[in-house]
């Protein structure tokens, strides 16, 4: 752990993680990192959230407590570096083409990614298959990933609750 990110290890992936959190309606970059154990402390400007994480052999869990006020929609933002894939399996949100399932024969050819926008989550998701996480869209809204690497699988996946949708750009 630095003292602005935190790194997550498992069998050939690292995770290197680096969080902005909702102050008074507001994203603030984490200036600090403080460890209590298994649960964490982020500090930034005047405000604070707690980080909890369980951690066993074949699993990682981060549970994070941040403001609720919000005026962009987002309670907080984690920037996730990750080495060690050799391709990966996304699942993105992206609307349905006009007339996709009417005129289309099955099996449907998967619909071009789309940039649905900052503030928007559709409710359709659909798979990218790729190499080099460079390829995806900035902003592509990503419900969960696969990484494949040389000693096994990654899975990441958000999870939504309080009132937040959970996603990956």
Do not use: C
């Amino acid at each position: 752990m630095d003292s602005d990110t935190l790194t997550l290890l498992f069998p050939g992936f690292s995770l290197k993680l680096g969080f902005k959190i909702s102050i008074k309606g507001d994203l603030s970059t984490v200036k600090k990192i403080l460890s209590e154990n298994s649960v964490y402390k982020l500090i930034s400007r005047d405000s604070k959230a707690s980080l909890g994480l369980r951690d066993e052999p074949q699993l990682k869990l981060l549970w994070i407590e941040a403001g609720k006020a919000v005026a962009n929609g987002k309670a907080i933002e984690v920037q996730v570096d990750i080495s060690g894939g050799k391709r990966f399996l996304a699942f993105h949100y992206s609307y349905d083409p006009p007339d996709y399932f009417r005129k289309e024969v099955e099996p449907y050819k998967y619909p071009v990614k789309l940039d649905i926008g900052e503030d928007m989550v559709s409710p359709w998701t659909y798979p990218w298959h790729g190499e080099d996480l460079a390829e995806l869209p900035a902003k592509l809204k990503i419900s969960q990933i696969l990484f494949e690497g040389e000693k096994g699988y990654l899975y990441v996946l958000p999870i939504s609750g309080e009132g937040f949708v959970g996603y990956l750009t």
